[in-house]
């Protein structure tokens, strides 16, 4: 009876010292950070099973084990809290960690970028150049996309964007509209956005847009032709290529009611999809006198209030172009 009992205190210490053996090595591969020396992606995908999951973070080497997060993660009733998406996990973490960016559910937030002044074709291309969203979509009306920087997650669909870019479009426009300066000769936000899109085209220089704005404002109150290549560029290839020439004599003939050489007012739709400063500034253009631009050769324009001050203007550009 003496020796089993001995024998019983014997396995209960060797038990004793498994256990404490156990809990000390499982400690450490779930507390110790995994050495990897970059950042990596993981995608979880919808209806990923547990070992699924393991398998993916063993693939991007942040786990030695994949029964390691398995079991972990079923003490801890961590697998029901992942969702799916896919997750920047840092280097140099461990395997709680790790477990706790899975169970948290912030899904990495990826960027796409639209630069102002983009035409509808050229905002489709870099939609669908983008790997990472999914899915066809039906694009708005030129003009009506609000070329920003948009997040989304991995596997989003083009149309959200879409859907997104045409929102702010309209609330931004709407906005704009209702505080825009007196006497504009404008009658709708829809000649506002198309007024926009010309501006936009027309310099990229952010401080001249109230100025250009202006002297388009001006040639609209004396009925005057607005006469802006963009506008007659847009004529000729309606927005789906690029011309890739400079304009000539003949093309300021063409019979469209783009040409603004030879229809007077605006044309019927935007000509690309104006950012919210060149808006701004058609709303708000500055006061001037002026009813003439040229290029000034130096990467803004030269500004004039007659006929024979733009024609100045024109030769000294000239000059410097030769």
Not at 14 to 23: N, P, S
Not at 55 to 77: G, P, R, T, Y
Not at 141 to 169: C, H, N, W
Not at 298 to 311: P, V
Request: contains cysteine; hydrophobic residues 40%; glycine residues 6%.
């Amino acid at each position: 009876m003496r020796l089993l009992s001995t024998t019983a205190k014997i396995l209960f210490v060797l038990a004793g010292v498994a256990a404490a053996f156990l809990y000390a090595y499982f400690h450490q591969i779930i507390y110790t950070p995994h050495r990897v020396t970059e950042e990596k992606f993981v995608l979880v995908k919808s209806g990923d099973s547990l070992t699924q999951i393991a398998a993916e973070l063993k693939q991007q080497n942040l786990l030695d084990e994949e029964w390691h997060f398995v079991l972990f993660s079923k003490i801890n009733k961590i697998y029901p809290q992942i969702k799916a998406g896919e997750y920047l996990i840092d280097k140099d973490v461990s395997l709680y960690e790790t477990a706790d960016i899975l169970r948290g559910g912030k899904v990495y937030q990826r960027k796409i970028t639209f630069a102002e002044g983009l035409t509808a074709r050229e905002i489709a291309e870099i939609l669908y150049a983008d790997e990472y969203l999914s899915g066809d979509f039906e694009m708005p009306s030129e003009g009506y996309f609000l070329p920003e920087t948009y997040v989304f997650a991995r596997g989003d669909s083009r149309q959200q964007i879409v859907r997104r870019a045409q929102k702010e479009m309209a609330e931004f426009l709407q906005k704009t509209w209702d505080e825009r300066a007196a006497d504009l000769p404008l009658k709708s936000k829809e000649e506002l956005l198309v007024l926009a899109s010309i501006i936009e085209k027309e310099t990229g220089v952010a401080a001249e847009r109230p100025q250009i704005a202006s002297v388009f404002v001006n040639r609209l109150k004396k009925g005057m032709l607005l006469q802006t290549d963009p506008t007659v560029i847009y004529a000729l290839t309606n927005g789906q290529k690029d011309l890739g020439r400079a304009l000539n004599r003949k093309d300021l003939t063409v019979d469209s009611p783009y040409n603004t050489y030879k229809y007077a007012g605006l044309p019927p739709t935007p000509i690309c999809n104006p950012g919210k400063a060149a808006i701004s500034a058609a709303a708000h253009p500055d006061t001037t006198p002026y009813l003439y631009f040229v290029a000034s050769g130096t990467g803004g324009h030269n500004f004039a209030r007659t006929l024979d001050e733009h024609n100045q203007n024109v030769r000294r550009w000239k000059n410097l172009s030769k």
